[in-house]
Nanobody, 115 residues
Framework: QVQLVESGGGLVQAGESLTLSCAAS????????MGWYRQAPGKQRELVASITPDGRPNYADAVKGRFTISRDSAKMTVYLQLDSLKPEDTAIYYC?????????WGQGTQVTVSS
């Protein structure tokens, strides 16, 4: 059974940084494209970034140049470094497979950016 546990969120001021982690289990992590998603209040969940098994990243235009996705296959963990945070980055952040997500999502981690 796939399990995803996100952590690292918090309340920060605009311009500050956070590092999110997603610990995965129950899948062939080394062969899986992983993604970070976010859902802001009243909005649909959206893809923020994805990373291939060999470490090639892709980013949504809104975060390009500010966020960095990485992975550690030995630890079955995906990271998202959030720099130069903006109030519009406020959301719950989740990880999951990309592009076809697993049905079971983790609890997510809340990121709140104050202006």
């Amino acid at each position: 059974q796939v399990q995803l546990v996100e952590s690292g969120g918090g309340l920060v001021q605009a311009g500050e940084s956070l590092t999110l982690s997603c610990a995965a289990s129950g899948m062939l992590f080394s062969f899986t494209v992983m993604g970070w998603y976010r859902q802001a209040p009243g909005k649909q969940r959206e893809l923020v970034a994805s990373i291939t098994p060999d470490g090639r990243p892709n980013y949504a235009d809104a975060v390009k140049g500010r966020f960095t996705i990485s992975r550690d296959s030995a630890k079955m963990t995906v990271y998202l470094q959030l720099d130069s945070l903006k109030p519009e980055d406020t959301a719950i952040y989740y990880c999951n497979r990309y592009p076809t997500v697993w049905s079971s999502w983790g609890q997510g981690t809340q990121v709140t950016v104050s202006s």
